[in-house]
Nanobody, 120 residues
Framework: QVQLVESGGGLVQAGGSLRLSCAAS????????MAWHRQAPGKQRELVASVTSGGRTDYADSVKGRFTISRDNAKNAVYLQMNSLKPEDTGVYYCNLDVTMPWYERSQYWGQGTQVTVSS
């Protein structure tokens, strides 16, 4: 019903930058909150950043001042600009969208994940 495609991960040196993208397609009436999560090796998945339909953003303390989440409602897309990357930012990053379908059903969808590796 709804497909999410992520892109933008890769290998970068500490202090570098990456921009992640997540685009949704399918049966979408509206997208409520959008978020990015990450999972480091051996750790639980954690919320990195979120943005509401009204544009309010929230960040994990560990990324405040370095990461910026944004959304493009016309493209059903969410982005994560990551600056001043640190080795501890390494992990698989997943986008998560709260979607309302045309028939008013509401569900959460996850992207396939994109690997971010920060070398020291």
């Amino acid at each position: 019903q709804v497909q999410l495609v992520e892109s933008g991960g890769g290998l970068v040196q500490a202090g570098g930058s990456l921009r992640l993208s997540c685009a949704a397609s399918g049966s979408i009436a509206s997208i409520n909150a959008m978020a990015w999560h990450r999972q480091a090796p051996g750790k639980q998945r954690e919320l990195v950043a979120s943005v509401t339909s009204g544009g309010r953003t929230d960040y994990a303390d560990s990324v405040k001042g370095r990461f910026t989440i944004s959304r493009d409602n016309a493209k059903n897309a969410v982005y994560l600009q990551m600056n001043s990357l640190k080795p501890e930012d390494t992990g698989v990053y997943y986008c998560n969208l709260d979607v309302t379908m045309p028939w008013y059903e509401r569900s959460q969808y996850w992207g396939q994940g994109t690997q971010v590796t920060v070398s020291s």
